[in-house]
């Protein structure tokens, strides 16, 4: 499947704790977005990445933080973790920067107990 | 800065009947308009785009500048619409995807 791949897919862990979510897009995209979508707040952007650089970034905590490495998977930290932070975390890719048009993982529910 | 709202949480038809999933916006700018759906343990995936002007799976958009609305109309709803369905728009400045609260479309036989 070269499709946009999430791991892992299910994740349980306590307050004050730190995870890393990781992604890898499709074959051949260079852009990668996360998005947190939780039951209050919707599908909400958190920051995008091209080709290793960020290039927009939305409403991410600063204990939140993401790279994307040279072979273009990317990864999103998430620290000090708190009750809140319990969502379901997407990744996206898409082959351009500048477009609407994304893919998809099928995400990483994270559970703060 | 720019805002996507969909009205309706839940929204119940019947099978046969027709189907419209309401979105309005706030942009500055040139809108682009995208509708996404996910269906029942399947990855979100993009139905259709303003821009094309095409229509998915019998669905259709189109853009409502005056009304600043992208409502998806279907005349004759089927099962296997049943998803969650999102409306998204294209911030061209701020190059990012902003999604409305989505619309959970039941088609009940």
């Known amino acids: 499947d070269s499709g946009v791949t999430q791991t892992p897919k299910h994740l349980i862990t306590a307050t004050g704790q730190r995870v890393t979510l990781r992604c890898s897009p499709r074959?051949?995209?260079?852009?990668v977005y996360w998005y947190q979508q939780s039951l209050d707040q919707g599908l909400q952007f958190l920051i995008q990445?091209?080709?290793?650089?960020?290039?927009a970034k939305g409403n991410i905590l600063e204990r939140f933080s993401a790279q994307q490495f040279p072979d273009l998977h990317s990864e999103l930290n998430l620290s000090s973790l708190e009750l809140g932070d319990s969502a379901l975390y997407f990744c996206a890719s898409s082959g351009t920067i500048n477009t609407g048009e994304l893919f998809f993982g099928e995400g990483s529910r994270l559970t703060v107990l | 800065a720019q805002r996507v709202t969909q009205p309706e949480k839940l929204l119940s038809v019947f099978k046969g009947a027709p189907v419209e999933l309401k979105c309005n916006y706030s942009?500055?700018?040139?809108?682009?308009l995208f509708w996404y759906v996910q269906y029942s343990r399947q990855r979100l995936q993009l139905l259709l785009r303003?821009?094309s002007r095409e229509s998915i799976k019998g669905f259709t958009a189109d853009l409502n500048k005056g009304e600043t609305s992208f409502h998806l109309k279907k005349p004759f709803a089927q099962e296997e619409d049943s998803a969650m369905y999102y409306c998204a728009l294209f911030n061209q400045g701020a190059q990012k995807l902003v999604f409305g609260q989505g619309t959970r479309l039941t088609i009940n036989p």
């Open positions: 990445y091209y080709n290793g650089e960020e290039r």
């Open positions: 303003h821009i």
């Open positions: 942009y500055s700018g040139s809108p682009e």
């Open positions: 074959s051949g995209d260079l852009s």
